[in-house]
């Protein structure tokens, strides 16, 4: 209650009007309505400062509370066969307005507090619309291993969309999607990096759905769907075949690495330190040797053998933190890293079962809502001492500051995601329910509570090469 009404206090003072000075506006201008823009997913923009941009509106208005955030918004439109070409920024009401393809420059006049911008030329080209496979044709994606794919021409994957992990942020229809791409191929390297695990994509070669055309899918139906007129041309692509993961758990439990570094490994349990890449391996032999030769200071991996937090399922991590409990994960520790203390049972050395209780500072990617809800309730049982023992010492008095949030969407060049804990931020994301003319969102799943685990024999981890195992069909 009390870090609560701290929280509340620290809000509300930066809400109390404070003097103005002249440099201060001049900074604000500046950052009302840049000279120039490009949007987070690569839309070009020139802006006309106090200048109105009247008429051929794309949709009704919205609130935005920047000129920036309203170019964002027309960079991810999906338009009613055609995205969007510019905006209008209204200063001093927020209102948003998106321009269909109609606008120009014909008709900007000169009005203070109004900002326009317009699409570069040449941003909204369309690319070939013919297929790039022949319909059906299983091909592989170069410079990925095993994986295969099945091109649908001329199809498309209704729903099945999510907050993937690459999303900035993720907003509501019609501005569900983000990235752009210049061909069925390019959609799919960016679907291979996603969390959660990406199955499939559509992709609008004519850019009819707008600039974001390029839709990562969670999966995909027995059966594709021709698309609707104002879509224009869409391909498919279904990833049908990756190879097997291994799954069995050694029973040793250690393991010695590239370079004569030696790993704990961990069965079933997880230890949520601090990310700094990610790639794809077959066992988690492999994951360790990555993490041996790796030169950001690796000392942990976290491995996941079901696939579903993403195809690229060998986490690095830089940092250790408490070990817990879960089934569906399985960890590595470089021998002789600390592990920081806890008030649970033992450190979890070892294919053990002991957990901890207590939280961490970073989060890893497939780690579950455990920790989260342990610490708030120390927190909040902490919070009620001190409130308590406060009011008893100094009555009814002001509230004092907390300590602030620490910050956690930076895990470096890879991305943040885990099942149930958001992946931006922290923030658990909404699955959008987009109306069935667009491509609406499904809700992805907790990973497996079965423990997998790399290869061994006669007692003794095996590396397993990716050419070692055969492919399997996906569901």
Sequence with gaps: ?????????VATSALVAEPIYSRDLEVRDATKCPDSYTSKNGLNFTTYCDQNNPFNDAQDPFNSPSMQDCMEHCSRYWGNGEGCFGVVWVGDTGDCWLRNSSTSTANLKSETGNYAALIQNGDMNPFDESCPNSDLSVNSLPGVEGIQYTTHCGKVIGGYDACFSGYPSCWDSPYVGFYHTESLEECLEICIDQHPLCR???WNPGLEIGFANCWPKTGFPETLTDPSTKQGVLHSATITQIDTIDSNCPSKTTYSATGNKNFDIHCGQLNTGTNITNLHTQNITACMDACATNDQK???VLFDSTLQ???????????TAVITDQASATYALLSGSNIPSSTGTGSGSGNNNSSSSGGSKSKAWIAGPVIGAIAALAILGFALFWWRRRKAQRGVGGVEKGPSDVSHAGYGPAPAY?????????????YFDAPAS????RPTSELPASTKYAHEEDGVVNKKSATAVEPHELP
């Design 1 to 9: 209650m009390a870090l609560l009404w701290a929280s509340a206090a």
């Design 200 to 202: 499939a994509v559509s």
């Design 298 to 300: 690796c000392v942990g």
């Design 309 to 319: 937090g993403g195809y690229k399922n060998c986490y690095l991590q830089n940092s």
């Design 418 to 430: 885990s099942p149930g804990v958001g992946g931006h931020g922290g923030t658990q994301h909404p």
């Design 438 to 441: 667009e491509m609406d969102a």
